[in-house]
């Protein structure tokens, strides 16, 4: 669609890019000591729960062993 360039009629909408507020957002409120144990409590107990599924996880990613103890190859040899 063709846009035909004229100047912007009102200033403020050009310079809406470079607007600053004057307005300053009030402060955070700190955490309380009960807040920050409830989220310590909390990352502890996501960090086992990736611990302990990888450490009952991995023997089952484990190759599986033939009980005699020696290798058998699931290749056959046709003789050639």
Do not use: H, Y
Not at 19 to 39: D, H, L, M, W, Y
Not at 57 to 73: C, D, F, N, R, V
Request: aromatic share 4%; net charge positive; charged share 20%.
């Amino acid at each position: 669609m063709f846009r035909r360039r004229e100047p912007v009629p009102f200033a403020f909408v050009a310079e809406a890019d470079r607007f600053r507020s004057n307005v300053t957002p009030p402060p955070r409120e700190r955490a309380t000591k009960s807040q920050i144990a409830g989220r310590t409590l909390i990352g502890l107990t996501v960090v086992a729960g990736l611990v302990g599924s990888l450490l009952l996880g991995l023997p089952a990613l484990e190759p599986p062993q033939s009980p005699s103890g020696t290798q058998q190859s699931e290749a056959s040899s046709d003789g050639r």
